[in-house]
């Protein structure tokens, strides 16, 4: 856990000299740090660049209430039922020891208003470091550094839910909404050991791209509940641009996960880059989805049969 705290503290030095910063340089300095080259906000073509034009125009004010680990699920309950939800153990402005010793095991804390911030309890945690690591969180102002806006408009708390996995963290869908279409879906395997990320289509044919981990070496096979996750995530995703809805499956039933308007805050490294541009060419942002005609279909873009829109 020393080791996630320099983490954590180096960024927290990072956002001091960040939350200096106008939104319009702070995000041209994150797009710049991050690729070399200033976004083109003028004129984005590339999904990178939309993308970062999308968090600076859109403050839409559903959008806190939504990423919001805790409050979502309200959201989530309405649209989908209480059976598509992970239980929440406890949530709260501060955890103590006595809260953790408490909590069934394996269970997983979070903070709820923040990225990457979780730890795992198990029977033989050390029950004061993890309060002290989790309560650490609550000073971190994410929305600071990518200039995420919903972020910082979440009251910060911390949560605990159940371990969902057996012996391992369980696979992670991620369906990319675009004007309430899935376009394809990301699937991370690993992601606590050996994380390792593919793209498949909703049809389930694989996709040729990369984006920061390696691919898994054979096809995974769809979920079992494939077809009611696509139609939840076109649910949970409608009236909005754009929306990652994440999702898991398991043996009984799928269960929701969270809600991203800003997938690795926009600043997504594929692999090839082109790809980058390829997509952002398959959507009409910032004009609305009936403002272009002719717009480059995914299908066309990502040299795939009709039949995998």
């Not at 989790?134 to 979440?154: P, Q, T």
């Not at 869908?173 to 992601?191: L, P």
């Not at 929701?256 to 942002?285: H, I, K, N």
């Amino acid at each position: 856990m020393a080791s996630n705290s320099l983490r954590w503290t180096a960024k927290r030095l990072y956002l001091e000299f960040m939350r200096r910063l106008p939104d319009r340089t702070a995000v041209d300095l994150d797009y710049l740090r991050v690729f070399g080259v200033l976004p083109n906000l003028a004129n984005p073509r590339r999904f990178s660049e939309k993308m970062q034009h999308l968090k600076l125009m859109l403050h839409d004010e559903r959008m806190p209430g939504l990423v919001d680990k805790v409050r979502v699920k309200d959201f989530v309950s309405t649209a989908l039922g209480e059976e598509w939800l992970i239980p929440t153990l406890w949530h709260g402005d501060r955890v103590t020891e006595d809260v953790l010793r408490n909590a069934p095991k394996p269970s997983v804390v979070k903070a709820n208003h923040s990225s990457a911030q979780i730890l795992f309890l198990h029977a033989n945690s050390n029950l004061k470091e993890a309060a002290d690591e989790a309560n650490s969180w609550l000073s971190y102002d994410h929305h600071v550094i990518h200039r995420e806006w919903a972020y910082g408009n979440v009251q910060r708390q911390i949560l605990i839910e159940p371990f969902i996995g057996e012996d391992k963290a369980p696979d992670d869908y991620k369906f990319w909404v675009f004007d309430g279409a899935v376009r394809f879906i990301q699937v991370d395997h690993g992601r606590f050991n050996n994380h390792t990320r593919q793209f498949y289509t909703p049809a389930w044919k694989r996709l040729d791209f990369r984006m920061n981990y390696p691919s898994t070496g054979p096809d995974t096979p769809p979920p079992p509940h494939l077809r009611q996750m696509l139609q939840a995530a076109r649910t949970l995703a409608n009236g909005f641009r754009f929306v990652r809805v994440d999702l898991y499956d398991t043996p009984d039933r799928p269960l929701f996960g969270e809600l991203t308007f800003a997938p690795e805050a926009g600043l997504c490294r594929f692999d090839p880059p082109e790809v980058d541009l390829r997509l952002g060419e398959t959507w009409s942002y910032p004009l609305s989805p009936n403002e272009v005609a002719n717009m480059r279909s995914f299908s066309d873009a990502f040299r795939l049969g009709e039949g995998s829109k």
